[in-house]
């Protein structure tokens, strides 16, 4: 196993029992202190569980090396695995939102009883708040080192939850001072910041699986390392494909005419060498063609 793979393993188990701990108490509690709150934040933090179970199996699968159907690898299931996070965390904000607007309702209606949730929701709260926090700072910190899709997309999720856990804190404190529908609205504030993360996850992680260039200072700085090798006059064709962390070049050069054609392959020979060194890993393969360079005419 690489040092990226370690570090994301490491992350996602991390995550994963944290998560199950989180689940199980603040559902408990959320259902016996009767904060509608808590109870979402709960609900939340049981569908993470289900997707960092799902996240580890695409992990797994990722791994895994080229094959004849598969001759770039396997490394756009991390991709893949992150819309999967992306679309759990949807469909959890707006059930989440649904039910806590009904809360609402049903205490502005009189409908519902009207309850002051314990001390210990509020302890819950601070608690995930904190352990949170950490979470955040050591996936972000782990995704700049990986620049794993999915690291991204878990610290998206714990910032979300950072959120969640601080509407909790402000609903369960207004509603012991009197505002009890305090509860259940911080309840559908959560659910806004899960929704809104999620569809964020989806169309990110969509994007990379669409071979989409990250920034036009990227595909500038391949043509400008191609340029400072000598004998290239200039970058006829230039094409990007993402694998994973990583990307495919297949680049076009241009070069004197009159030069032989192992000249012309020690000079393409030289621009991927160029490349590899520049980008520091960061590219799996290039592929380097030549076409005799033809000045415009006056």
């Avoid at 393993?9 to 259902?31: E, F, M, Q, R």
């Avoid at 709960?42 to 569980?49: L, M, P, Q, R, Y």
Wanted: charged share 15%; aromatic share 8%; with cysteine.
């Amino acid at each position: 196993m690489s040092d990226r793979d370690k570090i994301t393993n490491i992350t996602v188990n991390l995550g994963l029992i944290c998560n199950v701990v989180l689940s199980i108490l603040k559902t408990a509690v959320g259902i016996l202190g009767h904060s509608q709150a808590l109870l979402a934040d709960g609900i939340n933090s049981s569908s993470d569980v289900v997707y960092y179970v799902a996240v580890k199996i695409f992990m797994h699968q990722a791994k895994k090396p080229a094959d004849p159907e598969h001759p770039y690898g396997h490394r756009q299931l991390e991709s893949i695995s992150a819309i999967v996070v992306g679309a759990f965390i949807l469909t959890t904000g707006i059930a989440i939102f649904w039910e806590s607007i009904n809360k609402v309702f049903d205490l502005s209606r009189g409908l519902s009883e009207i309850r002051t949730a314990p001390l210990a929701v509020l302890f819950i709260a601070i608690g995930t708040l904190l352990l949170k926090i950490y979470l955040f700072t050591l996936t972000k910190h782990n995704h700049a080192a990986t620049h794993n899709p999915t690291l991204r997309a878990l610290a998206n999720d714990h910032f979300n939850d950072i959120l969640a856990a601080s509407a909790v804190i402000l609903g369960v404190v207004m509603a012991r001072f009197g505002w009890y529908w305090m509860d259940p609205a911080a309840g559908a504030i959560v659910a806004i910041f899960i929704v809104k993360t999620g569809i964020s996850i989806v169309l990110e992680s969509s994007s990379e699986l669409m071979d989409s260039v990250p920034d036009g200072e990227f595909r500038k700085e391949l043509r400008e390392v191609a340029l400072s090798v000598e004998g290239v006059h200039s970058v006829e064709d230039l094409g990007l494909h993402r694998f994973g962390p990583y990307y495919t070049i297949d680049m076009t050069i241009c070069v004197d005419g009159e030069i032989s054609v192992e000249e012309g392959n020690r000079i393409s020979h030289q621009v991927e060498s160029c490349l590899f060194e520049h980008f520091h890993g960061g590219l799996s393969k290039v592929l380097i063609h030549f076409h005799p360079f033809c000045p415009l005419q006056p």
